[in-house]
């Protein structure tokens, strides 16, 4: 029983691998091996899990195949990737997984609840352009979760 859990979570499970260089960017980027558990229990489910392919591709519903080159992540574009989840939760932009539309409020403001957490510890420390935005972006998804919170 508790086997079939954990291959369960293994399944569920994916890779975040950090490509970032930090000191010459000529320089080339160290592959070492990730470090070892340290515990027994643990070498046991990290082995298991480094003979399996990677899940890294499955969040996006892409494979190594087809993958995009990935944006360069600003200020402004994690943003804007947490305003397109709370539109997807208020069921204005379809999943991506499932092209379908559907609705979660209980989503939607706990994202809505996320971008104002987020403008409340960064004040002073944006600039203009990236106030405004995360002040629009905000102002808009109360407006719509409001809308469909009195059921128009």
Known sequence: MAEKDEEE???RSF???DRRRFADPDAPIDDAPP???RNAEAAGTAGAAAAEPSHAGAIHGSTADD???LQEMTF????MGLTTQAL???GEIPDPMHEQISRDLPAAKQMIDLLAILRD??????DTAEEQLLG???YDLRMRYVELARGR
């Open 121 to 126: 510890k960064t004040k002073g420390n944006l």
């Open 76 to 79: 402004s574009t994690f943003v």
């Open 9 to 11: 979570q293994q399944a």
């Open 35 to 37: 470090a070892t558990p």
């Open 15 to 17: 890779k975040v691998q």
């Open 136 to 138: 629009s972006m905000l």
């Open 67 to 69: 993958e995009l080159p």
């Open 88 to 90: 997807m939760h208020l």
